[in-house]
Every structure is written in structure tokens, then in C-alpha cells.
């Protein structure tokens, strides 16, 4: 059974900074497409970051040169470094996995693992 589980949302001021984990069972996420996705209330869910299966990475231009996905193979544990968080990055932020894959592969591929979320909030 694939279990994901985030960890490390939190509520930050404006230009704060926070780090998401998202750990992984059932999976080996070195061989898989991994992202992060938000959600925000009112709002279509939305891809931020991606790590392929060698861990080339893409970002929504909304968080390019603030955010940093990362992952440690040997602890199967997914990260998304913040920085300089502002309010509009407030949202559910989730972690998903897919089968392997490289570049625009990953970003396009629909995504069948995920975990349940971890809040973060930004305020002005």
C-alpha cells in the first residue's frame, strides 16, 4: 500500500520561509516522477514543483527562484524548500507521485499517488 505523508505547514508572516517533507511507503521514490501541487480556497488546483526520475526539476514561474524541490533517496523523503513566502502562496500544499519519467513527461503525467495535504498560510 502507497502512503505519502507531508509534514511542515505552518502559518508564516510575508517573506518568511518554511520546508514541506512529504515521506514515502510503498514506493521507492527514486525511480518515480515526484511533485508538489497547491491548493488554494475558491481555487483550481495547481502544479509547483517537479523532480524527475533524475532529478531534473521545473517550477510554475509564480515560485521560480523562491521555491526548491529536493528529494533524499535514501530516507524516501520528498522536500519543498519556501522562501520569501507571500500571501498568495497560502494554500494546501500536497505531494504526488507517478510512474518514472524524464522532463515534460513528469510536468504533463497524471498523478496517482498522494498525500493529504499540509497547510501553509501567509500573512501581509
Known amino acids: 500500500q502507497v502512503q505519502l505523508v507531508e509534514s511542515g505547514g505552518d502559518s508564516v508572516q510575508a517573506g518568511g520561509s518554511l520546508r514541506l517533507s512529504c515521506v514515502a511507503s510503498?514506493?521507492?521514490?527514486?525511480?518515480?516522477?515526484v511533485a508538489w501541487f497547491r491548493q488554494a480556497p475558491g481555487k483550481e488546483r495547481e502544479g509547483v514543483a517537479v523532480?524527475?526520475?533524475?532529478?531534473?526539476?521545473t517550477y510554475t514561474d509564480s515560485v521560480k527562484g523562491r521555491f526548491t524541490i529536493s528529494r533524499d533517496n535514501a530516507k524516501n523523503t520528498l522536500y519543498l524548500q519556501l522562501n520569501s513566502l507571500k500571501p498568495e502562496d497560502t494554500a494546501m500544499y500536497y505531494c504526488?507521485?507517478?510512474?518514472?519519467?524524464?522532463?515534460?513527461?513528469?510536468?504533463?503525467?497524471?498523478?496517482?499517488?498522494w498525500g493529504q495535504g499540509t497547510q501553509v498560510t501567509v500573512s501581509s
Open positions: 504526488a507521485a507517478t510512474a518514472s519519467g524524464y522532463g515534460d513527461y513528469c510536468v504533463n503525467s497524471r498523478y496517482y499517488f
Open positions: 510503498g514506493i521507492t521514490y527514486s525511480r518515480y516522477c
Open positions: 523532480s524527475d526520475s533524475v532529478s531534473s526539476t
